[in-house]
Each structure stands twice: as structure tokens, then as C-alpha cells.
T-cell receptor
Framework: DTGVSQDPRHKITKRGQNVTFRCDPI?????LYWYRQTLGQGPEFLTY????????KSRLLSDRFSAERPKGSFSTLEIQRTEQGDSAMYLC??????????FGPGTRLTVL | GENVEQHPSTLSVQEGDSAVIKCTYS??????FPWYKQELGKRPQLIID?????GEKKDQRIAVTLNKTAKHFSLHITETQPEDSAVYFC?????????????FGKGMKLTVNP
């Protein structure tokens, strides 16, 4: 499968714990995006990278969230001190053009 | 910032009928408008898109139209089939300052009855 992959697919954690998700984009895609989707809503933009550079972050993104893409390939999204409101599907997408964005299967986070 | 509204929120049609989903956007600088199909438990799948310099685009049974003056765009599905049943999301890319983020609508659940 040469599409976007994400790991893990599901994560259950207790409130206050830290979690980290990984995204592997489509090969040769230099752009990588993180979105969050809650039930009954469309994906909501969190942040995006072009190569290693984090070029945009949503103003809604709490300081507890941090994302990296150290070598311009895979990316990680870390949430510190998780809260129940962080429960959502975290989607990653990649693109070579900045327009057509192809999504991964997502990581479903449940915070108890 | 950009705001995308989508309606209706649900639509039920008979197999073979046409379906139309409408979206409006607020930022006149938006320049890219994709449509995604999301089946239950699956990833959003890009099905068609249109750029601001084009008024209409067609791909087999699906077509998208864009009215920049009115700031709305629509997805048309003809000859619907049960496998078209899914949630459809429209999105807009504000484009300001080189932003590449997509702003999504809340989605429309399409049910195609056999």
C-alpha cells in the first residue's frame, strides 16, 4: 500500500497522559498536514509542514499539542496532558502540490 | 477566517436519481475547492476538485460547479448507485498568505436506496 499510513490506528489513554501519533506520507510528497475530526463534523486543520518546516499552525491548537517532521518524511503529533476533549480522530494527509491532499486512515484517540 | 457551510445535512434518493450538494464559502480569496467522500470508518477520499479559474468540471457521473460571484459551489452526482452512499464533505482553501489548509463543511450524509 503506497498511500498515507498512520500508527497506531486506535489509542485509549487516561486523562493526563501523553500520547504520540505517527504519520508516513505518500513517497515524494513534500507536504504533510494534520487534521482532527470529531463525530458529525468535517476535518479541522491543525498544522502543516513543507519538508521539515512547520509553516502553519491553527490558532485553535493548544500549547499541549506539538508536531514534528524532522527529516521531511514521517511526522509525529504529540499531545501532552491529554483531556477528554482531545478525544477525536486524528487524520494526516499529504500532497505534492499543496492542493490535492490525500488522507490516511486516521488514529482514533479515546481519553478516559 | 474562511467559513464553509454545507447543505442539506442529509439526503436520501432512489437508485438512478441525481443528487446535488451545495456549499457556500465566505472568503473571496479562496482558490481551491475539493470534495471528499467518507464511508463509515474510512478515510476521506478525494473525488473531484475545482480551482477558482474554472467554472465547471466533470468526471464520469460526478460534476462540480463554481460560482465565484455568489461564493458557492455544488457537487452533482448522476445515476446514483448504492455504493455512492457516504458522507460527502466540501472544502475550501483560503490561499491567503500561501496557506494550504483546507476548511471543511460539516458534511452531508447521502443514502441511495436500491
Amino acid at each position: 500500500d503506497t498511500g498515507v499510513s498512520q500508527d497506531p490506528r486506535h489509542k485509549i489513554t487516561k486523562r493526563g497522559q501523553n500520547v504520540t501519533f505517527r504519520c508516513d506520507p505518500i513517497s515524494e510528497h513534500n507536504r504533510l498536514y494534520w487534521y482532527r475530526q470529531t463525530l458529525g463534523q468535517g476535518p479541522e486543520f491543525l498544522t502543516y509542514f513543507q519538508n521539515e518546516a512547520q509553516l502553519e499552525k491553527s490558532r485553535l491548537l493548544s500549547d499541549r499539542f506539538s508536531a514534528e517532521r524532522p527529516k521531511g518524511s514521517f511526522s509525529t503529533l504529540e499531545i501532552q496532558r491529554t483531556e477528554q476533549g482531545d478525544s477525536a480522530m486524528y487524520l494526516c494527509a499529504s500532497s505534492s502540490t499543496g492542493h490535492e491532499q490525500f488522507f490516511g486512515p486516521g488514529t482514533r484517540l479515546t481519553v478516559l | 477566517g474562511e467559513n464553509v457551510e454545507q447543505h442539506p445535512s442529509t439526503l436520501s434518493v432512489q437508485e438512478g436519481d441525481s443528487a446535488v450538494i451545495k456549499c457556500t464559502y465566505s472568503d473571496s480569496a479562496s482558490n481551491y475547492f475539493p470534495w471528499y467522500k467518507q464511508e463509515l470508518g474510512k478515510r476521506p477520499q478525494l473525488i473531484i476538485d475545482i480551482r477558482s479559474n474554472v467554472g465547471e468540471k466533470k468526471d464520469q457521473r460526478i460534476a462540480v460547479t463554481l460560482n465565484k460571484t455568489a461564493k458557492h459551489f455544488s457537487l452533482h452526482i448522476t445515476e446514483t448507485q448504492p455504493e455512492d452512499s457516504a458522507v460527502y464533505f466540501c472544502a475550501a482553501s483560503p490561499g491567503r498568505g500561501g496557506s494550504e489548509k483546507l476548511v471543511f463543511g460539516k458534511g452531508m450524509k447521502l443514502t441511495v436506496n436500491p
